[in-house]
């Protein structure tokens, strides 16, 4: 089955640092540029980071840039978001997104999301 | 950053109606736009993209249109699973931004 699973989330305190993973399964992860999207509680959808299939091109969302750091591992099918000194602002569901193979920038698959809570 | 708006921001509807939600770009993103899907506690779902591709799977009741700045997302006729709420995101460059949403729900 073609899917994506995140793991990782909790309750961290401001400040704090969390690291979260998305497993792939079911297609050649090595292939596709993968992205992490955000949800705060009862808000819309924000991008957060983009990692391109052999890690060459990395962005961020300047609410981010500096604090998060994201990576893979294409031998382990694995998607990361190291995210550090993190604020009240950064609690949201966070999304495992692949970037869709018919167009540019958009995402054709995602995982069920992770809740981080940044909250003393 | 290119800024995206919908309108309205929420319709009532019922099932067999005909659903129409704008979408538009503050500047003109060429047809790199797509629509999503989302149902309470439930991740988005990819329903068009490049302004007016089904995604595979997605039934033929969904469509898209638009270039430029200025998109639609119709629902031809509404059922009942379709009551959710619906994002637009410009797939046009970095960063890609979405829609605040329109929630579609029961009259």
């Known amino acids: 089955e073609v899917q994506l699973v995140e793991s990782g989330g909790g309750l961290v305190k401001p400040g704090g640092s969390l690291r979260l993973s998305c497993a792939a399964s079911?297609?050649?992860?090595?292939?596709?540029?993968m992205n992490w999207v955000r949800q705060a509680p009862g808000k819309g959808l924000e991008w957060v980071s983009s990692?391109?299939?052999?890690?060459?091109?990395?962005y961020y969302a300047d609410s981010v840039k500096g604090r998060f750091t994201i990576s893979r591992d294409n031998a382990k099918n694995s998607l990361y978001l190291q995210m550090n000194s993190l604020r009240a602002e950064d609690t949201a569901v966070y999304y495992c997104?692949?970037?869709?193979?018919?167009?540019?920038?958009?995402?054709?698959?995602w995982g069920r999301g992770t809740l981080v809570t940044v909250s003393s | 950053d290119i800024q995206m708006t919908q309108s309205p921001s929420s319709v009532s509807a019922s099932v067999g109606d005909r659903v129409t939600i704008t979408c538009r770009a503050s500047?003109?993103?060429?047809?790199?736009l797509a629509w999503y899907q989302q149902k309470p506690g439930k991740a988005p779902k990819l329903l068009i993209y490049?302004?007016?591709s089904l995604q595979s799977g997605v039934p033929s009741r969904f469509s898209g249109s638009g270039s430029g700045t200025d998109f639609t997302l119709t629902i031809s006729s509404l059922q009942p699973e379709d009551f959710a709420t619906y994002y637009c995101?410009?797939?046009?460059?970095?960063?890609?931004?979405f829609g605040p949403g329109t929630k579609v729900d029961i009259k």
């Open positions: 995101q410009q797939a046009n460059s970095f960063p890609p931004t």
């Open positions: 490049a302004a007016s």
């Open positions: 990692i391109s299939s052999s890690s060459s091109y990395i």
């Open positions: 997104a692949r970037e869709g193979s018919n167009s540019n920038y958009d995402f054709d698959l």
């Open positions: 500047q003109g993103i060429s047809s790199w």
């Open positions: 079911g297609f050649t992860f090595s292939s596709y540029s």
